[in-house]
T-cell receptor, first 113, second 116 residues
Framework: DADVTQTPRNRITKTGKRIMLECSQT?????MYWYRQDPGLGLRLIYY???????NKGEISDGYSVSRQAQAKFSLSLESAIPNQTALYFC????????????FGNGTRLTVT | AQSVTQLGSHVSVSEGALVLLRCNYS??????LFWYVQYPNQGLQLLLK??????LVKGINGFEAEFKKSETSFHLTKPSAHMSDAAEYFC??????????????FGQGTILTVHP
């Protein structure tokens, strides 16, 4: 089983709908992240959480919200989806050391029509 | 602030040829640098990381990268390309210390194509 699991893998939704993307991990990491990938732009940080009670905005948080339900679960919500939120979304975790790498899920491909 | 620039959005090589993927960074403090690889329909996997120890870093699948502070570069190389190396590669930077660790800034990505 994957260490970082994202659901759903693919989602098509309409403009204005509320969408939740879910992420769970079995690595025991405190730190969790949501990134967005767009062609030619690399990955950009949406939100991150260093523990259950710590939630922080990343560089592109507008239009998104998150919930850290438990150490192992970190969900991303789009309250009212718009077409320019069409992208590939990745959840990641990391350990506590300064040089800990990120461990990624397989991504959720979201299309907003 | 920190940033990463990957020179060349697409690189094409023949099987057996040298692979060179370029990455330049900007950071006001000592950086930690990473290379990740993304295969189709998968998440990113760590290839290697520089964390202020040896400047020549060896990673998985025969890849290595050299940290050159004077050139603010962290280019990725592999002596002999294999068909299975075809993927998208990302360079990323974070600060060494403070509260920024884990908050990586990624480059735009380079798609590597390997021809038979």
């Amino acid at each position: 089983d994957a260490d970082v699991t994202q659901t759903p893998r693919n989602r098509i939704t309409k403009t204005g709908k509320r969408i939740m993307l879910e992420c769970s991990q079995t690595k025991g990491h405190d730190r969790m992240y949501w990134y967005r990938q767009d062609p030619g732009l690399g990955l950009r940080l949406i939100y991150y959480s260093f523990d259950v009670k710590d939630i922080n905005k990343g560089e592109i948080s507008d239009g998104y919200s998150v919930s850290r339900q438990a150490q192992a679960k970190f969900s991303l919500s789009l309250e009212s989806a718009i077409p320019n939120q069409t992208a590939l979304y990745f959840c990641a975790t990391s350990g506590g050391a300064h040089n800990s790498p990120l461990h990624f899920g397989n991504g959720t491909r979201l299309t907003v029509t | 602030a920190q940033s990463v620039t990957q020179l060349g959005s697409h690189v094409s090589v023949s099987e057996g040829a040298l692979v060179l993927l370029r990455c330049n960074y900007s950071s006001s403090v000592p950086p930690y640098l990473f290379w990740y690889v993304q295969y189709p329909n998968q998440g990113l996997q760590l290839l290697l990381k520089y964390t202020s120890a040896a400047t020549l870093v060896k990673g998985i699948n025969g890849f290595e990268a050299e940290f050159k502070k004077s050139e603010t570069s962290f280019h990725l190389t592999k002596p002999s390309a294999h068909m299975s190396d075809a993927a998208e590669y990302f360079c990323a930077v974070t600060r060494a210390g403070g509260t920024s660790y884990g908050k990586l800034t990624f480059g735009q990505g380079t798609i590597l194509t390997v021809h038979p």
